[in-house]
């Protein structure tokens, strides 16, 4: 099984830039081309947050026109720059299928690998939550497949990244989600965004994946001393493969321009 992950689009709408100077509409627009021409095709697409700029409506319906043209199912979670209810009147429930507006969490079922998507948002703040309603829910849908693989996905990251601003932002809840997490084996990853930073961690058995974000990416500062800073990068998106072994392989996939492929057979490493 293959899935694509794309996340923090940070949509500002038809012609316009995130913070005036990043193109995100134009960067998503490449990484869905270039998923498109995958081969082989990912079998699914997960959208990891901040799906919007600023959570208005025109920036989700112009987004779900750009996520649109993906020739695979994509399945959206809220992020800290979103308004749940606007998500929800712009995508349809193909993309956004929970079964409660105020809390859009779900089980995407039918795949190799079972995808749990949970709304880690806080109303007016940056940082993430899962309240102990969530996590009882988590444990009730985890189970109900104690030995499937299984695959959650969120915006906010349940641990630090070493990363000033979203390290500040925190998770309420995470200790608690972390001992449920500990006690399931077959959870293959936590995948999530929020960092702008492609990154993994290790975590109470699984493996945290954070994809980066379309260009606009946070500086990474490992002294935690510097103001929040962003640069520009060109588009990317993670690709995770569950392979025949029944391993879950990440890969940052970068989309630009390369000068390429060689083979190595027709340059011999005695050349100069």
Request: glycine share 8%.
């Amino acid at each position: 099984m293959l899935i694509a992950q794309i996340s923090d689009t940070h949509i500002a709408g038809a012609n316009r830039k995130a913070y005036g100077i990043v193109p995100t509409s134009e960067n998503l627009v490449h990484c869905v081309e270039h998923i498109n021409q995958l081969s082989p095709r990912p079998d699914i697409v997960l959208v990891t947050g901040d799906i919007t700029y600023t959570g208005h409506l025109d920036e989700a319906q112009y987004a779900v026109t750009l996520l649109n043209r993906l020739h695979a199912p994509y399945y959206i979670v809220p992020g800290n720059h979103d308004d749940r209810s606007t998500l929800w009147s712009a995508f349809d429930r193909k993309s956004c299928p929970g079964q409660n507006k105020d809390c859009i969490n779900y089980v995407v079922e039918g795949f190799d690998i079972r995808l749990i998507g949970m709304d880690s948002t806080i109303a007016g703040s940056g940082g993430g939550e899962l309240c102990n309603a969530q996590i009882s829910w988590l444990k009730e849908q985890l189970a109900m497949e104690a030995d499937k693989p299984t695959i959650i996905f969120m915006h906010h990251p349940p641990a630090k990244f070493g990363v000033l601003e979203t390290d500040k932002d925190g998770f309420i809840g995470a200790d608690t989600l972390g001992d449920t997490i500990a006690q399931h084996g077959n959870i293959k990853a936590i995948l999530s965004g929020h960092i702008h930073l492609s990154a993994h961690l290790a975590w109470c058995g699984t493996v945290i994946s954070t994809a980066p974000s379309m260009g606009l990416q946070l500086a990474l500062d490992l002294t935690l001393t510097r103001h929040s800073e962003f640069i520009q990068e060109a588009p990317s998106y993670q690709l995770h493969y569950f392979n025949p072994e029944k391993n879950l392989v990440s890969h940052l996939i970068t989309v630009k321009e390369i000068d390429g492929p060689y083979r190595f057979k027709e340059y011999p490493e005695n050349n100069c």
